[in-house]
């Protein structure tokens, strides 16, 4: 079955109103395959400026939120106030929360459960670090970080999976059609038989590391590749054509 196609974008913490404004321009006037999902992860302070300037017709998701509504937590921000922002998504468990800043799977866990309470989607990432590839435990790692998140998750329809392979971001080493296929498709396997059928079928995972212009469409083109996570490109207008890889 083919899922919708889900593009999402990941700022990190890049830009300005200038440069973030320029990309938006260039989006808003592209031509983007409507059958494509576009989301595009804006810093904390942009949020509201990307929503209120980017067409209705694109997403927009927070890079991170904490667990609770509200509190003495300075420096969080909670997925209510995400949503005051009207912004639908928050992007959770990305590599650099788990390895620059040190995010357990059982924080990611809760975050993940309180953002879905809240009534926001989540782009859960999953991703094995190169010595755990080198020592064969890619799934025995992406699978325990799924677990985590699945104990977290009762409504599987606000969530898309993004296998993100750790040695692959930022890196410029693509993993290759066949090596994301491979993992995409155990991924598959395992929500088939930990969560269901159902949702095995209809949960979209997307790859993330290194995805560029240039290899978007060889990527996207594998049975299993439901979309992209895409960093350092969707700063680029070549973001539009990673959108339109399945045009
Ligand atoms: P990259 O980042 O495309 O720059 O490798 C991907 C990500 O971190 O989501």
Not at 82 to 106: A, N, P, Q
Not at 155 to 171: F, M, R
Not at 176 to 193: I, N
Not at 237 to 243: G, Q, R
Request: charged share 25%; proline share 2%.
């Amino acid at each position: 079955m083919v899922l919708k196609f889900f593009v999402g974008g990941n700022w990190k913490m890049n830009g300005d109103k200038k440069s973030l404004g320029d990309l938006i321009t260039t989006l808003n006037t592209a031509s983007l395959n409507d059958e494509t999902e576009v989301v595009c992860g804006a810093p904390t302070v942009y949020l509201d400026f990307a929503r209120s300037n980017l067409d209705a017709r694109m997403g927009v998701a927070a890079q991170n939120c904490y667990k609770v509504a509200k509190g003495a937590f300075t420096g969080e921000i909670s997925p209510v106030m995400i949503k005051d922002c009207g912004v639908e998504w928050v992007i959770l468990g990305h590599s650099e929360r788990r390895h620059v800043f040190g995010e357990s799977d059982e924080l990611i866990g809760q975050k993940v459960a309180h953002a879905l309470e809240s009534g926001l989607g989540v782009i859960a990432c999953i991703g094995e670090k190169l010595e755990e590839r080198e020592a064969g435990t890619t799934e025995e790692v992406v699978y325990a970080q799924t677990q985590a998140i699945a104990d977290n998750v009762k409504d599987w329809s606000k969530v898309v999976l993004a296998y993100e392979p750790v040695w692959a971001i930022g890196t410029g080493k693509t993993a290759s059609p066949e090596q994301a296929q491979e993992v995409h498709e155990k991924l598959r396997e395992w929500m088939r038989v930990n969560v269901s059928e159902a949702v095995a079928d209809s949960v979209r995972i997307i790859y993330g590391g290194s995805v560029t212009g240039a290899n978007c469409k060889e990527l996207g083109s594998q049975n299993d590749v439901d979309g992209f996570l895409v960093g350092g490109a969707s700063l680029k207008p070549e973001f539009v054509d990673i959108i339109n890889a399945r045009a």
